[in-house]
């Protein structure tokens, strides 16, 4: 995960972490289907999502981010 943070930071990406430990990413997974090691998208943050899944990488806007749950 913290490959991903230097990246951004290489792209002078703007970004907000939250709870962020270090985990292995391995793979993408669809919503749908989650997995632990796996990066994917939110629309919308979900808190009860990204709880349940402490393992996944969950990206998603800024603006939709608070400051309950990990990623």
């Known amino acids: 995960a913290y490959d991903v943070l ?7 990406v703007h970004y907000r972490v939250n709870g ?8 993408y997974c669809p919503l749908k289907a ?3 090691h796996a990066i994917t998208w939110l629309k919308q943050y979900d808190a009860k999502i ?7 990488l ?7 981010h608070t400051e309950h749950g990990d990623n």
């Not at 230097?6 to 002078?12: D, H, I």
């Not at 962020?20 to 793979?27: A, P, S, V």
């Not at 990204?50 to 996944?56: D, Q």
Request: net charge negative; proline share 6%; aromatic share 6%.
């Open 6 to 12: 230097n990246y951004l930071n290489e792209k002078k």
């Open 34 to 36: 989650l997995k632990p």
């Open 20 to 27: 962020l430990k270090q985990i292995l990413i391995t793979q």
């Open 58 to 64: 969950f990206i998603c806007k800024i603006e939709d």
């Open 50 to 56: 990204t709880e349940e899944n402490p393992e996944t």
